[in-house]
């Protein structure tokens, strides 16, 4: 009579499959999840923590290899889906933010490193990974964020109680370039630039986010602030270039963001190298390897080098980013990269909070 699988022996060879991340098997992680079993036919789906995660083909042939080798098995359906948790745990004065799982703070300790190019390309990467994405543009005396995204010109509306996000790329968009004519200068004191802030995240219908990318101010001034005293904070990421200026200055910002509380997500290093496009040779014009320095140094997550190319600028002068108009291009697929590795890292940062706060992990639903 031949084998009749059963729940137990399909869960026992599922944990050989283990999260990169998190470092344990997903059954003892609890993606697994609408497991069912009829007639050796075996059907579950494995809730990851990011859809932007790398390897996550690679998991799933792992797993359904895994069961197919199940005595009495005949046929495995493996679905994979995601669910992004908060990483960010409610405190006292900063309730968390309707709408918005994971607030992520893109800055940089001075102006020039792209910071704002890569917190475009960062919110669309994701976007386009299959996450729900809002891009937050914090810089209120220079709010360049509609510009890169060909979206001057808008007029944001109301849905009766607050302002509706503009949207492209999929991505939700609010800027302060919204509200005022391309030349006019904002002249705020800290207080006006507080209530802009609070108003930002506050009176803006954001829906359902699994992580709203803020485009912060360079340097370490009022904004910052304001947004530690806001809204709970998953993470900062901030940006650099390689040379010694840059990276003087970034030290200075991943220290302000721990003074506020707020985690380092990880360094990103800017302009990295120049790759001729005719001989492919990599040229190394603003120094090599500082930010990782940086990174080791501060014991903070490096996410990855991005090059100097020429269409990543035409890209934001334009409006359709680099992650749009050549994905599969080395500067395409690094920002990618970049974008995974955050996932990853806000993956991560929620699972200890929930380990933390829960102390059990969740139970897999069979049916």
């Known amino acids: 009579m031949p084998a009749t699988p059963d729940t137990d022996a399909v869960l026992n060879a599922l944990r050989v499959v283990i999260d990169p991340d998190l470092r ?9 999840k609408d497991l069912t079993l009829k007639d050796g036919d075996v059907s579950f789906a494995i809730e990851l923590t990011t859809p932007a995660c790398p390897v996550k083909e690679q998991m799933r042939e792992q797993a359904s290899a895994a069961v197919r080798a199940v005595p009495g098995v005949r046929s495995v359906d493996v679905r994979m889906t995601a669910n992004v948790r908060s990483a960010s745990a409610p405190e006292t004065g900063r309730p968390p933010l309707p709408g918005v799982k994971n607030v992520i703070a893109v800055g940089a300790g001075k102006g020039g490193v792209g910071k704002t190019t890569v917190a475009v390309n960062l919110a669309i990467a994701l976007a386009r990974c299959g996450s729900r994405v809002g891009i937050l543009d914090a810089d ?4 360049n964020v509609p510009i890169m995204l060909g979206l001057t010109g808008i007029q944001l509306s109301t849905d009766g109680q607050k302002i509706v996000p503009a949207e492209k790329y999929g991505v939700q968009v609010v800027s302060m370039g919204f509200l005022t004519s391309d030349d006019a200068p904002v002249i705020w004191r800290g207080p006006m630039l ?10 803006v219908a954001w829906k359902d986010l699994d992580y709203l990318i803020v485009d912060m101010p360079p340097g370490t001034g009022d904004v910052a602030l304001s947004l530690s005293q806001t809204v709970p904070v998953a993470g900062s990421i ?3 270039t390689p040379q010694k200026v840059s990276l003087a200055d970034s030290l200075r910002a991943v220290k302000m963001y721990q003074k506020l509380n707020i985690p380092a997500i990880g360094i990103v290093e800017n302009m990295s190298y120049y790759a001729c496009p005719n001989c492919h040779h990599e040229a190394d014009i603003f120094g090599h390897g500082g930010g990782e320095a940086l ?7 490096f996410l990855g080098r991005l ?3 020429q269409p990543i600028r035409e890209g934001s002068d334009s409006g359709v980013p680099i992650v749009v108009s050549e994905p599969g291009s080395t500067a395409g697929r690094a920002f990618v990269t970049v974008a995974e590795r955050a996932a990853a890292q806000v993956s991560i940062a929620a699972h200890k909070a929930a380990e933390a706060n829960k102390g059990k992990i969740p139970l897999i639903q069979v049916r």
Do not use: N, W
């Open 24 to 32: 344990r098997d997903i059954v003892s992680l609890g993606f697994i």
């Open 194 to 203: 507080h209530g802009a802030i609070q108003q930002f995240f506050r009176e």
């Open 238 to 240: 901030v940006v650099t």
């Open 295 to 301: 990174a080791t140094q501060l014991e903070v997550p």
């Open 307 to 309: 090059p100097v190319y």
């Open 140 to 143: 209120i005396y220079g709010p």
